[in-house]
């Protein structure tokens, strides 16, 4: 399922504090540095890992939601650099494939800025893209995968994403 | 309650179908009717009322019937797309339970565990006409001398499929939250801690057993919506429990009955049967049921025209209390409350999130209503209702 979608940058600025989504690429020897850790305490940042496929001693790649003040995440993304690691920004983007969807509302139990939400009148399960952060939270909770995800050009549901 | 069919028969409702005078309302329409007209206008006025539910439900599988080949085989052991399935039943039957996961499924040694594919996605696989892997294997016999197998089929290709679900149709289930420090997922779905949102799994008013709290027109050979196609009750589900607490109106305050239902899959829509993944937990499979209620009493018309806001039930802590067999409810809640998006416990407004499709729900009351109005649907006297509450 592999459908061409625009290229989209909109940033995510909500109370001066920046939600985005990075690719890392980490080479070998940063796999044993605890860089998480560092990003946490160090530079006062949340993150959230989307996904993760490091082993010792091996390239790793994360997918990193990193949430805190523009300029603690500068710091945190020159320490990254610093150490090595490839950071690309994913401008993440979310849709619904509404084929799939069959109304349930799982989903609306953890978007964080009701991006999905019930309307009440007939509890009809809607999604609203413009209020989407595309932090992907969504993604994995939704029983039958409706929720796909772009980063970059391709669309795709977050089992085929991590299958690749 | 010995004067149970004191309005109108099950003859006289197929007569009324078959002549296209019928009046048929969906659960929600009832509700309204009742609250404007009374309750003995609209026992008058109406007979059948139409119930549906679209959730996923653990308790579901399918005992396929594979076929023979030659040399002919005694399958032991069966898998469709990697998916085991129990092959201790006959030759070459097994049984494909909905929430067994792929073989080489992770699981929750990454957790939480994805679960991408389990038994309900190859239901629903067949169900959407794709190729399955059917390997299967056998320890001889003189009578079965194969001992292995391995084809691609169809649903098209298989000689008998039947949708068995021993336990379907929950009547009133818990809405579950998390009072512990460390997020959990569960078959509630996903539960932050520290009581930040709460999870249920009922459509309410349209739900089929809430229509019928006391079982009077359920039972075995009850002819209903199943996954697209017409089914049957053949049985009470296991887990049934009617002697649980009820409110003044007589429904259950916690889950009490269940129904066992089948159906031929051949017949069925994959509109209707969807295989799920719930993070965490595992592989189920949603199903659509739908149930005709015939007002064949006043007490039944009663009971259909009960509203969310008298359906009710507990708060369960899915941290610690489920999982430990604490049976100590935080709150009773109604309905209407967990519809409306929160609920207040120990004074916090907690977000709600339904599991179970309202909108699919109130769709399948919809289509139950246009077949029995068109006459493709008749209602069928069961021959034994499942069991009620002692008394
Ligand atoms: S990715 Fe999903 S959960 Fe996150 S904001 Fe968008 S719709 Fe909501
Ligand atoms: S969880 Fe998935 S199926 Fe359920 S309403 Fe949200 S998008 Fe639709």
């Known amino acids: 399922m ?14 001066n504090v920046y939600t985005r989504i990075y690719f890392l690429k980490f080479p070998k020897d940063t796999s044993d540095k605890p860089v998480i850790f560092s990003l946490i305490k160090e ?3 949340e993150v959230n890992i989307l996904r993760a496929d490091i082993l010792p001693q091996r390239e790793g790649i994360m997918i990193l939601e990193i949430k805190g003040s523009k300029s603690n995440v500068k710091k945190g993304l020159a320490y990254l650099e610093e150490i090595g690691v490839n950071i690309e920004r994913l ?4 849709r619904r494939d509404d084929d799939k969807c069959f109304q349930c509302g799982a989903c609306t139990g953890v978007c964080p800025v009701d991006a999905l939400y019930i309307r009440r009148e007939d509890m009809a399960v809607l999604f609203d893209p413009d209020k989407c952060t595309g932090c992907s939270q969504c993604l994995l909770i939704c029983p039958v995968r409706a929720m796909e995800m772009s980063l970059g050009k391709e669309w795709m549901s977050i089992d085929a994403a991590s299958s690749k | 309650m010995d004067q149970i069919n004191n309005i109108r028969t099950y003859d006289e409702i197929n007569q009324k179908i078959k002549a296209g005078n019928a009046v048929i309302v969906t659960a929600e329409e009832m509700v309204s009717i009742v609250r404007d007209k009374g309750v003995e206008k609209a026992a008058k006025h109406v007979d059948v009322v139409t119930t549906g539910t679209f959730a996923p439900m653990c308790s579901s599988g399918a005992f396929l019937n594979i076929g023979q080949m030659i040399p002919t085989i005694k399958t032991s052991k069966v898998w469709f797309n990697k998916v085991p399935a129990y092959g201790g039943l006959a030759a070459v039957d097994a049984y494909l339970g909905a929430t067994e996961p792929s073989e080489d499924d992770p699981l929750n040694k990454v957790y939480p565990g994805e679960f991408k594919y389990g038994g309900g996605h190859v239901i629903e696989d067949l169900l959407r006409g794709k190729p399955i892997l059917l390997e299967a294997k056998a320890y001889g016999t003189d009578c079965y001398a194969a001992r292995k197998l391995k084809k691609e089929i169809t649903l098209e290709d298989l000689p008998y499929a039947l949708l068995c679900n021993p ?3 929950y009547q009133n289930y818990n809405c579950a939250v998390n009072r512990t420090e ?6 509630m779905g996903m539960l932050k801690a520290g009581l930040r949102n709460a999870t249920y799994c009922s ?4 739900s089929p057993l809430f229509n019928d709290p006391f079982y009077k027109t359920i039972g075995i050979g009850t002819r209903i919506f199943l996954g697209g196609a017409q089914g049957y009750v053949t049985w009470h589900g296991t887990q049934h429990r009617p002697n649980v607490q009820r409110s003044d109106r007589g429904v259950p305050l916690t889950p009490s009955g269940t129904l066992m239902v089948q159906g031929d899959l051949k017949e069925m829509s994959h509109d209707w049967v969807k295989g799920v993944s719930i993070l965490g937990y595992g592989n189920s499979l949603a199903v659509g049921l739908g149930i005709p209620i015939p007002i064949l009493s006043l007490e039944i018309a009663e009971s259909t025209g009960i509203g969310d806001e008298e359906l009710f039930t507990q708060v369960v802590d899915y941290g610690h209390d489920y999982t430990n067999g604490v049976s100590d409810p935080l709150a009773q809640v109604s ?7 929160s609920i207040e416990i120990e004074g916090k407004q907690i977000k709600t999130a339904p599991l179970s499709s309202v909108v ?6 919809e289509i139950l209503k246009k077949d029995i109005e068109n006459g493709t649907f008749q209602l069928s006297e069961p021959v034994k209702l499942i069991p009620g509450p002692n008394q």
Do not use: F, P
């Not at chain 1, 592999?2 to 109370?15: F, G, L, M, Y």
């Open chain 2, 360 to 365: 699919k729900a109130r769709q399948i009351a």
């Open chain 2, 335 to 341: 309905y209407a409350e967990l519809k409306s998006g």
């Open chain 1, 43 to 45: 530079h006062d940042i």
């Open chain 2, 167 to 169: 336990r379907n149709g």
């Open chain 1, 91 to 94: 401008a993440a983007r979310v």
């Open chain 1, 2 to 15: 592999v459908i061409i979608a625009k290229t989209n940058n909109r940033k995510s600025v909500r109370d």
């Open chain 2, 182 to 187: 460390r997020t959990v997922y569960t078959y």
């Open chain 2, 203 to 206: 459509a309410g008013e349209l």
